[in-house]
């Protein structure tokens, strides 16, 4: 995940944006669906949290947002958001430069180029980055059946199944 943040180019508006899409995307294991979906009332900054409204099956979840995470969406929030979208206005809260909802291609397409530009030979998808989360969780010792509720998964197995490499 370091080498994946550390090409992002902090120095443009798309880079900031990006960044910020991608550490709250890792933060919550959220899936493209749910990044792109979300909406900006969903985020509460002083607690720390992003509300997951109708993912997967229908499950409602709130996620944590990491300090990093937590950090990089303030500073998009605060400064980038209206930089990006000029005078458009949108409840989305990684919208397109129109102020529409966020395509789906566009996402693959900066986590390529970035995977690229780190070196990273794996095939990365953003659904790594939910199984990364997943993962670093279970390693800093939180218990399987949180994680299940985190990843929004209403089987156990299909928790276990996503650490699989981990556990054995």
């Known amino acids: 995940m370091e080498r994946f943040f550390s090409v992002i180019d902090m120095r443009t508006v798309y880079g900031l944006y990006d960044r910020a899409l991608f550490e709250t995307a890792y933060a ?7 990044i792109l979906g979300a909406k900006v009332l969903d985020v509460d900054l002083a607690e720390g949290f992003l509300r997951i409204e109708g993912g997967k099956g229908g499950v409602d979840r709130v996620v944590c947002l990491t300090k990093m995470a937590g950090s990089f969406l303030a500073f998009y929030l605060g400064k980038i958001r209206g930089m990006f979208l000029g005078e458009r206005r949108t409840d989305f809260l990684f919208p397109s430069r129109f102020g529409k909802k966020q395509i789906a291609r566009y996402l693959i397409k900066r986590l390529l180029a970035y995977t690229a530009l780190s070196g990273i030979r794996k095939k990365v998808s953003l659904h790594a980055f939910r199984r990364s989360c997943a993962t670093h969780l279970l390693e800093a010792g939180v218990d399987i059946r949180h994680i299940q509720e985190y990843l929004g ?5 299909s928790t276990e199944i996503y650490l699989a490499t981990t556990t054995h």
């Open 28 to 34: 919550g294991a959220l899936r493209v669906s749910e």
């Open 153 to 157: 998964h209403r089987s156990l197995a």
